[in-house]
Structures are given as structure tokens and as C-alpha cells.
Antibody, heavy 117, light 110 residues
């Protein structure tokens, strides 16, 4: 069974940093693109970033470019999102997603990031 | 900037059929956008229903189907049930790794 579990969310002040982690199991992690999607409270879904199998390709939504970095450790079946210079508008539930044909096949339960003073 | 459009709300009677759409503010949706569909109930993570236009995700009932209708991607639910009442989101792959989500459709079954 495919499992995706995010961790690392919490309360951080504007301008601060946070690192999200995503542990996976039940599939050959190193064979898949992986993606981060977020959802602000009461809002819709927003694609944040994704990464290919060997980290040679990484893409970001414009609003996080230069502030967020996606990475992975294939030996640990894990995905990461390093977030810095956080803004109030980055407040959201962040979902780790396994890619499938340009969309999501499996979702984690999400981790809440709250940026507030 | 690519904007993906969805109906903000829709209602269907129990047992009825409803088609939700996913379009582009400029241009037509084709299979080249790999449209996919997700269901989300309040407080829960999204659940994948359809990927790559019309492929049903594992465990999804065949009441849910995806297609291209005219210049939009479409999600059709046949024999609607009470627990189909949810938010439905589509996403399009627009190239260079980027996905764009629609704003979502709130489906009411009544």
C-alpha cells in the first residue's frame, strides 16, 4: 500500500524558515516525480513545487521561487521542502504528492504551516 | 498567466448524473494537458479520482468518469450518491513541470 506522510509543519514568524519532510513507502520512490501542493485555509489547491527522479529537474510556482527549495533522498524514500523568508500568505496545509501523468496519484494527510507574528 | 476555470457550484439529485467541467481562460483543454480530478471533503486530504484525462484511480467507483467534452475536460458522475457531496478540483499540466489547479466546484446532492 502506498503511504505518504508529511511532517515538520508548525508556527513560524514572518521571515522565518521551516523544513517539511515527507516519508513514503509502498512504492519504488526513486522512480517517481514528487510534488508539493498547498491549500490555504478555506481556499483551493495550489501547486508549489516538484522534482524529478534524480533531482536534475526542479520547478516552482512563481510566488515561492528563490525562497523554497525542493529536494529528495532516494535512499531514505523521502521528499523535503526547505522554506525560508516565509510570509503570512504561505500559511497553508502542505501536501506531499506522488506524481502520475502530470497530476497526483497519492496524497499525504498534509502538515499545517502557520506564518504569524 | 494560465487560469483554469471550474463551475463554482453545482447541484444534482440523488441518482442523477452531473458533468463538471475544467476549462482554460484562453484556449482549449486537450489530452496534452493531462487533466486530472480530485475529490475533497472538509478537513480531509484530496482523493484522486481521475488522472490522464480518463484513467480511474485505484478503488474509485466506475460511476466517476473523465473525458474531453468540447474544449474542456469533464468529470461525469452517474448515479450520484449523498456521499458524493464534496469539493471537486481539476488540475492541468501546463508544461515545464507546472500544474495549474482550478478553483474547485462545490457539489451538492439534494
Amino acid at each position: 500500500e502506498v503511504q505518504v506522510t508529511e511532517s515538520g509543519g508548525g508556527l513560524v514568524q514572518p521571515g522565518g524558515s521551516l523544513r517539511l519532510s515527507c516519508a513514503t513507502s509502498g512504492f519504488n520512490f526513486r522512480s517517481y516525480w514528487m510534488t508539493w501542493v498547498r491549500q490555504a485555509p478555506g481556499k483551493g489547491l495550489e501547486w508549489v513545487a516538484n522534482i524529478n527522479q534524480d533531482e536534475s529537474d526542479k520547478y516552482y510556482v512563481d510566488s515561492v521561487k528563490g525562497r523554497f527549495t525542493v529536494s529528495r533522498d532516494n535512499a531514505k524514500n523521502s521528499l523535503y521542502l526547505q522554506m525560508s523568508s516565509l510570509r503570512v500568505e504561505d500559511t497553508a496545509v502542505y501536501y506531499c504528492v506522488r506524481d502520475c501523468f502530470g497530476g497526483a496519484s497519492h496524497w499525504g494527510q498534509g502538515t499545517l504551516v502557520t506564518v504569524s507574528s | 498567466q494560465t487560469v483554469v476555470t471550474q463551475e463554482s457550484s453545482f447541484s444534482v439529485s440523488p441518482g442523477g448524473t452531473v458533468t463538471l467541467t475544467c476549462g482554460l481562460s484562453s484556449g482549449s483543454v486537450s489530452t496534452n494537458y493531462y487533466p486530472s480530478w480530485y475529490q475533497q471533503t472538509p478537513g480531509q486530504a484530496p482523493r484522486t479520482l481521475i488522472y490522464n484525462t480518463n484513467s480511474r484511480s485505484s478503488g474509485v467507483p466506475d460511476r466517476f468518469s473523465g473525458s474531453i467534452v468540447g474544449n474542456k475536460a469533464a468529470l461525469t458522475i452517474t448515479g450520484a450518491q449523498a456521499d458524493d457531496e464534496s469539493d471537486y478540483f481539476c488540475v492541468l499540466y501546463v508544461g515545464s513541470g507546472a500544474w495549474v489547479f482550478g478553483g474547485g466546484t462545490k457539489l451538492t446532492v439534494l
